[in-house]
Nanobody, 128 residues
Framework: QVQLMESGGGSVQPGGSLRLSCTTSGYTRSRKIMAWFRQDPGKERRRVANIYWDRDYGQDPRYTNSVKGRFTISLDNTKNTLDLQMNSLRPEDTALYFC??????????????????WGQGTQVTVSS
C-alpha cells in the first residue's frame, strides 16, 4: 500500500521561503508521477507542480503559471521523498498543501482525479 506523509509547513512572512517534503512508502516503480496540490477552505484542490520521473530519462517537472520561477519540485528516489522548495512566498500561496502519487496517469497529469494516493496535508501560511 502506498503511503505519503508531508512535512515542512508553517508560517512565514511574504518574501520568505519554505521547503515541503513528502515521504513515500510502497511507491516503487520504474516510472513515477507525483505532484503537489494546494487547497483553500471550501475550494477544490489545485495543482501547484507535478513531476514525471522515468528510470531511463530522469525527471521532468511542470508548474502552474503562478509559481513558475519561485517553486521547485524534485524527487529523490534514494530517500523516497518528493520536495517542494518555495521561495518568494506571497500571501496568495497560503493554503493546505498535499502531495499525491499516481499509478494510472500517463500524460497531462494535472487534475486531482489523476492521482490515486494522497498525504494528509500540511498548512502553509504567508502573512506579515
Amino acid at each position: 500500500q502506498v503511503q505519503l506523509m508531508e512535512s515542512g509547513g508553517g508560517s512565514v512572512q511574504p518574501g520568505g521561503s519554505l521547503r515541503l517534503s513528502c515521504t513515500t512508502s510502497g511507491y516503487t516503480r520504474s516510472r513515477k508521477i507525483m505532484a503537489w496540490f494546494r487547497q483553500d477552505p471550501g475550494k477544490e484542490r489545485r495543482r501547484v507542480a507535478n513531476i514525471y520521473w522515468d528510470r531511463d530519462y530522469g525527471q521532468d517537472p511542470r508548474y502552474t503559471n503562478s509559481v513558475k520561477g519561485r517553486f521547485t519540485i524534485s524527487l529523490d528516489n534514494t530517500k523516497n521523498t518528493l520536495d517542494l522548495q518555495m521561495n518568494s512566498l506571497r500571501p496568495e500561496d497560503t493554503a493546505l498543501y498535499f502531495c499525491a502519487a499516481s499509478t494510472t496517469c500517463n500524460v497531462d497529469c494535472t487534475s486531482p482525479s489523476d492521482y490515486d494516493f494522497w498525504g494528509q496535508g500540511t498548512q502553509v501560511t504567508v502573512s506579515s
